[in-house]
DNA sequence: CGCGTTTACGTCGTTCGTAACGATA
DNA sequence: TATCGTTACGAACGACGTAAACGCG
């Protein structure tokens, strides 16, 4: 058994078992793959996989087991990697994130810039989707950070480190009708206007519908969007009330749009930051969780290299306050 | 890197350090140990060893992490072996087994009588031992199932099946003073005879010297040993009175010796059957399971193949009991 | 006949064992 | 000088790529 024979069976099943397919992915010849299959195929004395004719058509219960042990060793090599380049070259290396438009438009920017000042030789790369994208990301072992707000379901093979809590904020025009109100803003009052909001994608259910529901009220959903600054977009058009999170507040917006704090209003979300179980972390990227979340201490950090469930992660946190994350700094000219 | 090059990675680490003594154990030459470190160690960009001239003389920080890796990357490949082994050719293979005397002398036998009648083709290897050298056999990885009483601390590495309890019986040669006690046998009774019985290496503490402290008695231990079979020969020779496991009894024994119950005097015991956590186990291993520990069900044996921790182990048997076992089957012989 | 796999074969790089050399205590 | 590791080198082996054949739709 070698390796490489180990990694063609793993390329083989990630191109659909097509091995032509596959040995152009490994940038290799189509014979040399396919002998390889052969030889590990007799060697363990078994096929690995059914044969319709001479294509591959699917996988046997044992080749099924072997796969998957086979993606453990080779992860294993790739920590192997990893642990002698953080030894020998602290400094360079890969990153990649995949989260939501919210995170890479309103929170990364800052984060980044502090890690790419600290790590100039550190090639990052940033993906955007979906939950529901990011998950597949994440499946694929294409990324090594997943950040993004509640869906825990669906990252059950990450370890989550909760980073911040946000509450929603209002927008809309200067000068709306809202932004008149003498007393604090009340979900009956969103309930009267047009609302333009985010594509239900994040926590599964929507948590903004149920808390209008909760009330006995049908909110009139005009518009939805994948992201915080087409809200605005439409807002600006007076199409409805924007409902966005609290870290998209701008303070560029400030020019010709209102931002209210919904605070209350809405359930509090929680953003965290993942990262695969069976993948070693290297120092930049435990700075970088700690640059994204910086209530984490040094000593939290350096735990998290040996933990390995998400009970773990929970208790090392447990007694840790989450910061509450808003938009523009500038508090006195957002109340002005 | 190479498999080859791990496997002589840690064949270095399991030979001292010594890069000859490796080489020896691989069957294979000593510069081309040599030879395959060094590119490892190139490859990786780091030093895996520290040395002293040329000779190895320690491990580095990122060298233990990487050989830590290595292992359980062997560990897969031996595992991806078993499964397929398990899928073409279920009758063959190895099953080596740690135990103590008792074991091996008195519960075993019948059990692999039936294994061996079932599964003739695989080769069975029996190392005995006390349990602190079994459990070096299993630190090692010698060994696939190790059999034990109690001493759970130093199994912490495997998972472990509760097989059957067992309590004491006394021995003495026939017409003893004790033999003629009309009301149930206690520890002040023995007490007032020297005492003969097992060297007191399971189970930490000895539970045994702890039931006479709990009543204020001092046993008088003339003689211990590690086998039932010794005992028997010193209880037969007048030395004293012999305290062994109910197993030990023998119907053989009836002619000069007489086994007397001592239920209740001392803490009932639990033999289990353990298996490494990172193991895979084959057909032939889960059917040794089941004749072992034949209260276990088809059910419960395939479970098992799962199962990873040792809380998941007791949670499946948490509702099953568990047999007690005594010696001689021929009851109506032992009472007379 | 197109698609995908296997077979055949020449080339090239790697591994292996032997033998000689070097360093250390 | 005994022990242990490295270097040197020729032989054997294995991996790779190209070209051609095969089998299936």
Redesign the pocket.
Known sequence: M?L??LK?LLA?VDNG???????DRL?????????????LEEELGMQLFT??????HGITDAGAQIIERARLIMQEVDNIRSVASDYYQEEQGSLAIATTHTQARYVLPDVIREFRSRYAKVSLNLHQGTSEQIADMVAANEIDFAIATGSRHLFSSLLLVPSYHWDRKIIVPKGHPLTRLERKLTLHDLAEFPLVTYVFSFGGQSSLKRAFADQGLEPDVVFTARDADVIKTYVRMGLGVGIVASMAEDCDDQKDLTAIDAEGLFPRSTTWIGFRKDVVLRRYMLDFVQLFAPHVTADQIDKMRSLRTQADIDKLFRDTTLPLRGGCKDKASVEA
């Open positions: 070698k490489q024979q063609y083989i078992l097509n091995i032509t397919a596959a040995a940038y290799t010849s189509q014979p040399g793959v396919s002998k390889q299959l052969k030889l044969r319709k004719g001479k294509s591959l």
